[in-house]
Structures are given as C-alpha cells and as structure tokens.
C-alpha cells in the first residue's frame, strides 16, 4: 500500500472510531481536535498529526506495514 493510500486508511479509520464513539454513546460529537497518545509518550494533538505520528510508527514502506495497532475511544475533554 502507498504512503498516501494508508494515509487516507488511517484517517478513515479515525473517522470510523468516531462514529462507533457516536452510536455506542447516542451523541454526536463536535470535535475540534483530536488528541492521541501512545501508552508510555506523550499525546499528540490535532488529526494531522495525530495520522502521522501513527503512520511513524508502523508503516515501514509499501511492503511493510506493523499489522495492529488499537485505537481506543477514551472520552471527551472540555475546553476545546
């Protein structure tokens, strides 16, 4: 897979935690930013940095990509 396929992959796929987010809650979300965060580093905040910073870690080139990685819904912060 190209860099800018799996890009536009993870970006789909945070869109779609969102939604799961939205029915699982029966709320919808006004998000201005989203905020990731690797167990042991620092978050990152901001979508575009939050793909990249993903993409860092487990997208090698187009043949080798990590096979998992599990995002997780963990709440809302307010002050956004």
């Known amino acids: 897979m190209s860099f800018e396929d ?3 992959f993870v970006n789909k796929t945070i ?3 969102i939604e799961t987010a939205e029915i699982y809650r029966s709320t919808k ?3 201005h930013e989203i905020e990731f965060q690797w167990v042991s ?4 905040l901001g979508r575009e940095a939050v793909i990249f910073e993903i993409m860092d870690k487990i997208y090698v080139d187009e043949e080798h990509i990590y096979p998992c990685v ?10 956004y």
Not at 41 to 44: E, G, I, W
Not at 70 to 79: N, W
Request: aromatic letters at 22%.
């Open 41 to 44: 580093l620092p978050p990152v």
């Open 70 to 79: 599990d995002l997780i819904f963990r709440g809302i912060k307010t002050g």
């Open 15 to 17: 869109d779609e935690l």
């Open 29 to 31: 979300f006004d998000f």
């Open 6 to 8: 799996f890009y536009h």
